[in-house]
C-alpha cells in the first residue's frame, strides 16, 4: 500500500515546494538583517513562486523591503503565510495521494474561522519577540532574548482567547531555551523552529481564530474506538482518540476526540492515565473496548469532537479491528482546517492485515501502554496512523496482533487506560495540583 502512494511527479512537486520554503528557512537561521546575495536569490525566487496568486504583491514587497533592511510586522506576516501556504499546499497533495490507496471519501472544508480575539492589545509583546527573533535569526538567540518572551507569554496565558498562542509560545520559547546560547549548537531543528515560528506569528495577528463550540454541530450516535495516540511531554499530556461514528442512517465518519492534563517530569509510565481521571468513561472505553453512546456532543469542522465526558454513556463491547475492518472502508473522513494543513499533520487511520511490506514505526510507542518494538517484530496485523514523516510513508502502530508464548492475542497501547496504583495514596494528588500550577503561574 506504501509503495503505491508516492508517484515521481508527486516527489519532485514535494521537493520543489520545500525548496521554496527553505529561503524562509535559512533566513530565519541566520537572520533577516543579515541577507546575502544568495539568500536575496532565494527569497527572490519564493516570490516568483506565488506570481499567479493573491500573495503575489505582499510577498514580493516583502522580499524587496527585507533586502534592503527595512522589516516591518506585516513583511514577516507575509513571509510566513507564503510558507504555510507551501506546506499547505503539499499536505493537500500528500493527502490526496493517500485518500486514492485508500479509497477513503473527505468532506470539503466549509468551516468559519473564529472570533477575532478580543484582547487584541496583549497580542503586541507576542509579535515584538517574534520579530527579534526573525531578525537576529537562530544562531544569535541567547538567554536574554529567550526570556524577553516571558512576559507576552504571561500576559496571552491570563486570557483564555489567547491560549492557543500561549501556549505555542512557551513550548517555543522552552525549546530555544533549552538548546541556548544556540551559536554553539551543531544541529538545529531548522523546519521545526520555522513551523512554530511561522504559525505563532500568524496566530499572534489576530488572537488565533480557532474555531469555538458555538461552531460546533451536537452530534448522537454510536462512536467506536480505532486507538489512541499519546503525545507526552514533561509539562502535559494529551490523548487522541480516533474513532468511527455511526448516527442513524448517515455514513459512518472518522472523528477525534482530544483530552489533555498538565503534569510535572516525575508523573511517567501508566500513571499518566491518572492525571485523566476526569474522564472516566472515555478512559474506561479505551481500556475495555466498549461502544460510546454520545448524547449532543459537539463535533467541529474538522472532525475534532470538543469531549463531554457527562454526555459519554459506554454500551457493548466493540472490538477495535472489526470496528476497523467493517466501518474504515466506509467512513467519511473530516477536511482539515486551514490553518491546520501540513504534512506533518496528517495522521489517517488505517488497518493493515499484510505487514510483510510495511515497517511499523516504534519511535512513536507511548511509555503508558504494553506495545513494545520487540512485539511489533511478531505483529502480524496492525491498526494505525498513516504518516508522512520527512519523505516517506510511515504507519504509527496504535494496536497489534501478535503472537505471544504462541497464542494470537490483540494488543493496544490503551491497555492501561484504567490503570490503578497497587498502593493508593494522596502522591498522584499532590503531582497533579502541581501540575496544574504550572497552568496558573
Not at 305 to 326: H, K, N, S, Y
Not at 390 to 407: C, E, F
Not at 412 to 440: F, M, Q, S, Y
Amino acid at each position: 500500500m506504501l509503495s503505491s502512494l508516492f508517484t515521481a511527479e508527486a516527489e519532485a512537486g514535494l521537493t520543489a515546494a520545500l525548496e521554496l520554503a527553505g529561503a524562509v528557512d535559512e533566513g530565519l537561521v541566520h537572520g533577516f538583517a543579515r541577507v546575502d546575495e544568495d539568500r536575496a536569490a532565494a527569497l527572490a525566487g519564493l516570490a516568483a513562486a506565488f506570481a499567479g496568486s493573491p500573495l503575489r504583491d505582499p510577498v514580493a514587497e516583502a522580499i524587496e523591503k527585507i533586502a534592503t533592511g527595512s522589516i516591518a510586522d506585516e513583511h514577516l506576516f507575509a513571509l510566513a503565510a507564503a510558507r504555510i501556504a507551501l506546506f499547505g499546499a503539499a499536505h493537500d497533495a500528500l493527502l490526496a495521494q493517500a485518500d486514492a490507496a485508500l479509497g477513503r471519501r473527505r468532506e470539503t472544508w466549509a468551516g468559519e474561522p473564529g472570533p477575532a480575539a478580543a484582547a487584541t492589545h496583549l497580542l503586541g509583546g507576542a509579535r515584538s519577540w517574534l520579530r527579534e527573533l526573525a531578525i537576529t535569526g537562530w544562531r544569535g538567540v541567547d538567554n536574554d532574548l529567550v526570556a524577553a518572551s516571558t512576559q507576552a507569554i504571561e500576559a496571552a496565558l491570563g486570557d483564555p482567547q489567547l491560549r492557543r498562542l500561549a501556549l505555542l509560545l512557551d513550548g517555543f520559547a522552552a525549546e530555544l531555551r533549552a538548546g541556548s546560547p544556540i551559536a554553539t549548537l551543531a544541529h538545529l531543528p531548522v523546519r521545526r523552529w520555522a513551523d512554530l515560528w511561522s504559525r505563532a506569528l500568524l496566530l499572534a495577528r489576530d488572537g488565533g481564530r480557532a474555531p469555538g463550540e458555538a461552531q460546533a454541530e451536537p452530534v448522537t450516535g454510536q462512536l467506536y474506538v480505532l486507538g489512541a495516540d499519546v503525545h507526552e511531554h514533561p509539562t502535559a499530556v494529551q490523548v487522541q482518540v480516533h474513532g468511527v461514528l455511526t448516527a442513524g442512517g448517515a455514513p459512518p465518519r472518522l472523528v477525534r476526540a482530544s483530552v489533555s492534563a498538565a503534569k510535572v517530569d516525575t508523573i511517567v509510565g501508566p500513571a499518566i492515565w491518572l492525571l485523566l481521571a476526569d474522564h472516566p468513561r472515555l478512559l474506561s472505553a479505551l481500556a475495555k473496548h466498549r461502544v460510546l453512546e454520545l448524547a449532543d456532543m459537539p463535533l467541529l469542522p474538522g472532525g475534532d469532537l470538543i469531549w463531554r465526558d457527562e454526555r459519554a454513556t459506554p454500551g457493548d463491547e466493540a472490538d477495535p479491528f472489526t470496528t476497523a475492518r467493517v466501518h474504515l472502508g466506509a467512513a467519511l473522513a473530516p477536511a482539515t482546517p486551514p490553518l491546520e494543513r501540513h504534512p506533518a499533520r496528517i495522521a489517517e487511520p488505517v488497518l493493515i492485515e499484510d505487514l510483510s511490506a510495511v515497517t511499523l514505526d516504534a519511535r512513536r510507542l507511548p511509555a503508558c501502554g504494553p506495545l513494545t518494538p520487540a512485539l511489533l517484530e511478531s505483529a502480524s496485523a496492525a491498526i494505525g496512523l498513516l504518516r508522512w514523516d520527512d519523505g516517506a510513508w510511515t504507519v504509527q502502530p496504535l494496536a497489534v496482533r501478535a503472537t505471544v508464548k504462541k497464542k494470537l492475542v490483540a494488543v493496544h497501547n490503551t491497555a492501561l487506560a484504567d490503570w490503578e496504583p497497587t498502593k493508593k495514596g494522596e502522591a498522584i494528588e499532590v503531582l497533579r495540583e502541581r501540575a496544574g500550577r504550572l497552568l496558573r503561574k
